[in-house]
Each structure stands twice: as structure tokens, then as C-alpha cells.
């Protein structure tokens, strides 16, 4: 099977900061990644498909690339909503194996 | 408005056995590939199963295989999931989810609330 390993575990970032999470297939997923953002207790929410298409009503700072089997999320200007965990999810094929997850805090 | 609303979870002993339902409204139901995702507590997601539109053809990680099935009824509008053979590393928030779209390979944009399973002697 397919494995999904993100990075870094956690990051912590100052309000306005540019940030990357980095997401590796151990083989070829084509586009096949979707990014899911989950806030403490809530359910997870889909922010990005097809590795870079963005949800409707997902805020513009957050945008996704890769293809193959590097693949990144980046929120441009961090801001305090956007703490959460964030994971990656491989959809190509059964098993729809997620990343570890990034736990994304505010300095 | 898309809903899925999963029931059945609870606490069990070691080895017992428990059936989850979802109970899914809004959309078309019978058109839509099911899954299942557990969240054990503090832990990350995990992918558990997932089943065709019309129940024909399922698959499950390697972690539950042999030990849950994933089934569905269209008439009633609900996906279920029977697990046997529980174990502690079992225990887990259980959510059901509904792709995007109805093809089979589709991100995962509704989620139920999910229902807590606790494996415990």
C-alpha cells in the first residue's frame, strides 16, 4: 500500500507568516491529494482537491501544488483562525491512507 | 442539505462486537461510494473502509480487515459498519463521510459528527 508522511509534525508561526506543510506519497498518486484542515473538536473540513483546486468558500490564502509524489500546502498569510491540523489524503485507490497530520499553531 | 448521522457506538469489552449505522439525507444516497474514518483519541485520522454505490464492492484497511464490514442499505438511506473481534487499539471516533462527487475516486467533503467507540474490559 500506498504510505502518506507529512511535515514538519507541528509548526508554530506569527500571525501573517507564510507557511508550508510538505505531504510525500511513497509512490506516483498523480493528483489524487486532497487537504483537510480539522480545529480542536470539530469534524474535519476538505480545503483542497485534486491537489491544487480549492473548495468554494475556502479562504484564498490557502493554496496547494505537487503532483507525482510531492505535494505541498501553503497558507500565505497565517491568521489566527487557521489554527488547526492539517492532513493530507490520497484518493487514488482503496486504501485512501491520510498523512500523520501538522498541528499548526500561532506564536 | 447534505446530512449523515452516525449512531450505534458505545463502550464494549475486548473481543465483543457492535454495529454502527449512518443514517444519510439530502442527497442521493444510492448514486454516492460510502466510507468510514476513526479518529482514535488525541491521534490522527484514519482511513477504515469504503463501499460502492450499490454495495458491490468494499475494501478496508489492513488494520480492521477480516474483522469489520462495511454494508449498506439505499432503501433506508443508511451505510453501516459491523465490527467483530474489537480490540483497545479499536477504540475511536468513527465517521462516516461522502465524497465530492459519485465516482469512486473522490475526496471526501460531508462528514457525520461521528460516534464514539470505546474498547474496554
Known amino acids: 500500500d500506498i504510505q502518506m508522511s507529512q511535515s514538519p509534525s507541528s509548526l508554530s508561526a506569527s500571525e501573517g507568516d507564510r507557511i508550508t506543510i510538505t505531504c510525500r506519497a511513497s509512490?506516483?498518486?498523480?493528483?489524487?491529494l486532497a487537504w483537510y484542515q480539522q480545529k480542536p473538536g470539530k469534524v474535519p473540513k476538505l480545503l483542497i482537491y485534486?491537489?491544487?483546486t480549492l473548495r468554494s468558500g475556502v479562504p484564498s490564502r490557502f493554496s496547494g501544488g505537487g503532483s507525482g509524489t510531492d505535494f505541498t500546502l501553503t497558507i500565505s498569510s497565517l491568521q489566527p483562525e487557521d489554527v488547526a491540523t492539517y492532513y493530507c489524503?490520497?484518493?487514488?485507490?482503496?486504501?485512501?491512507?491520510f498523512g500523520q497530520g501538522t498541528k499548526v499553531e500561532i506564536k | 442539505e447534505v446530512q449523515l448521522v452516525e449512531s450505534g457506538g458505545g463502550l464494549v469489552q475486548p473481543a465483543g462486537s457492535l454495529r454502527l449505522s449512518c443514517a444519510a439525507s439530502g442527497f442521493a444516497f444510492s448514486s454516492y461510494w460510502m466510507h468510514w474514518v476513526r479518529q482514535a483519541p488525541g491521534k490522527g485520522l484514519v482511513w477504515v473502509s469504503r463501499i460502492n454505490s450499490d454495495g458491490s464492492s468494499t475494501s478496508y484497511a489492513d488494520a480492521v480487515k477480516g474483522r469489520f464490514t462495511v454494508s449498506r442499505d439505499n432503501a433506508k438511506n443508511t451505510l453501516y459498519l459491523q465490527m467483530n473481534s474489537l480490540r483497545a487499539e479499536d477504540t475511536a471516533v468513527y465517521y462516516c463521510a461522502r465524497p465530492v462527487t459519485v465516482a469512486g475516486t473522490s475526496p471526501l467533503q460531508h462528514w457525520g459528527q461521528g460516534t464514539l467507540v470505546t474498547v474496554s474490559s
Open positions: 509512490e506516483g498518486i498523480s493528483t489524487y
Open positions: 489524503q490520497k484518493y487514488s485507490s482503496a486504501p485512501g491512507t
Open positions: 485534486a491537489a491544487s
